[in-house]
């Protein structure tokens, strides 16, 4: 069955940088382009950046533009998203998403937590 887990959350401070990683299993992770999301609380679900599946191209919300770096390795499998001049309003659990050209983001992973503060 198709897996998706993140990791590499945690507590930075406003400027630091954080790199999450999203480990893909039960689907041919080649095939397919992938996003990150995150959910701040009491927010809703924000779309953050996109890959396409051999990442030749890669898409980014405005409020993380110059800010964030998707890329993927499909030899590992691996979706990541380099996180650098956080702000607080980064805030949120982070989610990796498969983006079936159907479906849709079909499979989400349980995210992980990002935390930006002084």
């Known amino acids: 069955q198709v897996q998706l887990v993140e990791s590499g959350g945690g507590l930075a401070q406003p400027g630091g940088s954080l790199r999450l990683s999203c480990a893909a299993s039960?689907?041919?992770?080649?095939?397919?382009?992938m996003s990150w999301a995150r959910q701040a609380p009491g927010k809703g679900l924000e779309w953050v950046s996109g890959?396409?599946?051999?990442?030749?191209?890669?898409y980014y919300a405005d409020s993380v533009k110059g800010r964030f770096t998707i890329s993927r390795d499909n030899a590992k499998n691996t979706v990541y998203l380099q996180m650098n001049s956080l702000k607080p309003e980064d805030t949120a659990l982070y989610y990796c998403?498969?983006?079936?050209?159907?479906?849709?983001?079909?499979?989400w992973g349980q995210g992980t937590q990002v935390t930006v503060s002084s």
């Open positions: 039960g689907f041919t992770f080649s095939s397919y382009a």
């Open positions: 998403a498969k983006d079936d050209v159907v479906a849709g983001w079909d499979y």
């Open positions: 890959i396409y599946s051999d990442g030749s191209d890669t």
